[in-house]
């Protein structure tokens, strides 16, 4: 089958994906996700005020101070092995691998740093801020011939995700086609035809009709090779995100742009698209792989049983001009209102490694 070119010069993703659809049927919305979500991370630097969204660490540099001592802590604390690598997944503006390696080197630990980013245009920020860090497309490459201490904060949330819709005629996957009337320009969700009765969780097949459960396959199998890594390998890793643990139910799908909630079918590509990360699966990849799950616990009790305190009492001695600004980004990383609870962190280490600091 051929389909008329919507338009005659380059096309836009909005076109790409309608032309798509038009020719071979509805995509999923893990495609769908993945094609917004590659276009939208290497067309922009998205993060702080005059971006799309904040990130902890940018919010300060206590964050990332409290992961380096975590990490290094850790390492010092199972034998201080040698040749060790910082790998960070997404790691944004390279801001939380600068606070992070400043704090470790004050412990004497001075990994060689590797990136795992796909964004052009982040990748330069982070070059900026760390000339020596070596880049990948994702796990495979990462060199095999130390122990890995690994940090990936808000990559979770960015993978794709499917959605499996409870209708009156069982589980169906679902999809996203045109927008009637906006054909080229909008899309819209909605239950597809495929049955997934076999994707949905025992205790949960008996919901109501309208429910949706979400699964991430690619969360997955991020997860399982980095494990194996650590199996393989030694190490720790410290995953950060907005989640929950599973098995739930729940559209947890959501775009933002300039800090405010946007439609995640509307202008594809130009918002941020994420959804919840489900801790339950991602612990259960690790303990599979053979390491120790640690978490998840509020982002505010890992960051308060680390330090953060008496860090951000120390800023304020240090640059007393500053001390409201130092008070108003430790509470908006601890306190339970803000990004205490809703972000949590979890663990995972090799099973010769120490316990990390922060997990009692
Ligand atoms: N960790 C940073 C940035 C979070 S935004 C912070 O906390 O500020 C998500 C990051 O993940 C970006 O750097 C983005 O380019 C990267 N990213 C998103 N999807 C990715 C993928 N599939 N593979 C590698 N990196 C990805």
Redesign the pocket.
């Known amino acids: 089958m051929s389909v008329e070119p919507l338009h005659a010069g380059p096309l836009t993703l909005a076109q790409r994906l309608t032309r798509m659809i038009l020719a071979s049927g509805p995509i999923s919305i893990a495609q769908y996700i993945?094609e917004a979500?590659?276009h939208y991370?290497a067309t922009r630097d998205?993060?702080g005020s005059a971006g799309d969204f904040t990130?902890?660490?940018?919010i300060s540099q206590m964050f990332g101070e409290m992961v380096g001592l975590c990490l290094a802590d850790v390492w010092m604390r199972s034998g201080r092995r040698p040749n060790p690598y910082y790998v960070?997944?997404?790691?944004?503006?390279g801001?939380?691998a600068s606070d992070a390696l400043r704090a470790m080197e004050q412990a004497q630990l001075a990994p060689r740093v590797h990136f795992?980013?796909?964004?052009p245009v982040?990748r330069e920020c982070q070059q900026a801020r760390l000339a020596h860090a070596r880049f990948h497309?994702?796990l495979d490459t990462v060199p095999e011939d130390g122990p890995l201490l690994v940090v990936?904060?808000?990559?979770f949330d960015?993978?794709p995700i499917r959605q499996i819709e409870k209708t009156q005629a069982g589980w169906r996957e679902r999809v996203v086609v045109p927008r009637p009337g906006r054909e080229g320009e909008a899309f819209v969700g909605m239950a597809g035809e495929r049955p997934m009765e076999a994707a949905v969780p025992a205790a949960l097949r008996d919901a109501q009709d309208g429910e949706i459960y979400e699964s991430g396959p690619?969360g997955a199998a991020v997860g399982f090779a980095l494990a194996q890594r650590i199996a393989r390998q030694g190490g720790a890793a410290l995953l950060i995100d907005y989640g929950y643990e599973g098995p739930a139910l729940g559209d947890t799908l959501q775009a933002v742009r300039a800090h405010k909630m946007t439609d995640p079918f509307d202008d594809v590509g130009e918002s941020?698209l994420t959804a919840h990360v489900d801790f339950t699966m991602l612990g259960n990849v690790a303990r599979q792989a053979g390491l120790r799950v640690y978490g998840p616990i509020g982002q505010g009790a890992f960051l308060t049983r680390l330090g953060i305190d008496a860090r951000a009492d120390m800023l304020v001695r240090t640059s007393p001009d500053r001390a409201d600004e130092v008070r108003i980004a430790r509470d908006r990383l601890v306190n339970t209102d803000q990004m205490g609870d809703l972000f949590r962190v979890m663990a995972f280490t090799h099973p010769d490694w120490a316990t990390p600091e922060g997990f009692a």
Request: charged share 25%.
């Open positions: 993945a979500n590659a991370y998205p993060l990130t902890a660490p940018e960070e997944l997404g790691p944004g503006r801001t939380l795992v980013e796909t964004s982040l497309d994702d990936a904060n808000e990559f960015a993978l690619a941020d």
